[in-house]
């Protein structure tokens, strides 16, 4: 899997049509078009504040997420990339994502992404199920999800993302297999597969833990709904190259290998997240401070989330996402980085303790698939 040390942006629209259940991002429920071209505006604003600093640094990737970027009209999605390639040397090469709900899509959307450079298209699906669709609160049912797909790729699109999910309370084994196999019928180049946290704040969790109207999935079934997918992929000629995704060969996620290899990336746009030089921080995520910034021309980051970690953190944060790849951590890697062997800093004797789920192999560290069902334990131990 090729690396680059070429930094990525990341565009942050908040707005969705409205909530889904089970969501706690920072987004929110809006469709009016003055709000989302004022919005964009302001984005277009903080590009050109934030492109002081990389200004002569070559940019190889670009998403634009959210909330529903698609929501946008096609020509606030065109100025905004017009304003990116206006102020960042973006490579040719470049890895371009927007994230879309199928219901939002259409051809005129779909053929102006492209013609700005849009390549790479990210469709939120979730279930091919209209049960489990209802469940979590989406907009779209199961037909909008297929002609979405069908008339991305009349449209040229040749690198599209599924996002699918599994452990919804009411969702059968059945269900969930019927999904991954009409994922690979499709045969996108990536499918994402996330198992549904339910999260404290989200209309979900009053559903499941307050009112009892929905019941949770067992873990011991969750853990199954994930390795029946992993198999059933593989099948399929994809590979499972992180934790929660899974590609055609040569058409891993540029961008989100940046966040896994400890490469730059800048966010814009509300609560956007950042690592830049060595430090970590966030935009403000109320919109009337995010708002106020930007009319007075300074960069809209919440002064509080700034982090300056020291090398010991640094190195917790290096192995904790870098595990989250099946590929794991070089050994090599981590010595040039921080200039210390691995087993001089963490404790050999976790090899043991996970014994067939930690793996040393030669000079790389992997979590096995066996592992991936308590990960985070795992990657606790090197933080």
């Known amino acids: 899997m090729t690396k680059t040390n070429k930094p990525g942006l990341y565009l942050h629209i908040p707005f969705c049509e409205r909530k ?30 934030r492109a002081e600093k990389w200004r002569y640094r070559e940019v190889d990737s670009v998403y634009i997420g959210g909330g529903t970027p698609s929501l946008l009209s096609p020509w606030d999605i065109g100025r905004l990339m017009d304003c990116l390639n206006d102020n960042f040397n973006i490579t040719e090469d470049a890895e371009i994502t927007i994230e879309a709900n199928p219901a939002t899509l259409s051809d005129e959307k779909m053929e102006r992404y492209l013609r700005k450079g849009i390549n790479r298209l990210s469709i939120g699906v979730q279930s091919f199920e209209n049960s489990v669709l209802k ?11 297929f002609y979405a797909f069908q008339r991305a790729r009349k449209a040229g699109f040749d690198n599209i993302n599924l996002d699918i999910m599994f452990g919804v309370p009411g969702q059968t084994m059945k269900m969930w297999k019927d999904t991954v196999r009409q994922c690979t019928f499709l045969r996108p180049e990536h499918i994402s597969l996330y198992s549904l946290q339910i999260e404290e704040g989200t209309e979900m969790y009053d559903m499941v833990y307050r009112d009892g109207s929905l019941e949770p999935v067992p873990d011991v079934i969750d853990r199954e709904m994930y390795h029946t997918a992993l198999k059933m992929l593989r099948r399929a000629g994809y590979d499972h190259y992180e934790i929660s995704n899974a590609a055609v060969p040569g058409r891993e996620s540029r961008h989100n290998m940046k966040y896994w290899s400890y490469v730059e990336y800048m966010g814009i746009g509300l609560g956007a997240s950042s690592f830049v030089e060595g430090s970590r921080f966030r935009n403000c995520s109320r919109m009337s401070d995010y708002i106020k910034a930007i009319k007075e021309d300074v960069e809209p980051v919440d002064v509080n989330s700034v982090e300056h970690y020291s090398v010991t953190e640094e190195m917790g944060i290096f192995m904790f996402t870098g595990l989250r790849k099946t590929e794991g951590v070089d050994l090599n890697e981590f010595r040039q980085v921080f200039g210390k062997d691995l ?23 992997y979590i096995s698939e066996r592992g991936m069902d308590i990960s985070n ?7």
């Open 135 to 145: 469940v979590l609160g989406r907009i779209h049912d199961k037909n909008d999800a």
């Open 377 to 383: 334990r795992i990657m606790t131990e090197f933080v």
């Open 343 to 365: 087993f001089s800093v963490y404790d050999r004797g976790m090899l043991e303790r996970y014994k067939g789920m930690l793996v040393l192999d030669g000079d790389r560290i």
């Open 20 to 49: 889904c259940r089970y969501c706690d991002f920072l987004s929110f429920g809006c469709n009016e078009s003055r709000i989302l071209s004022e919005y964009a505006a302001a984005l277009m604003k903080e590009i050109g504040i």
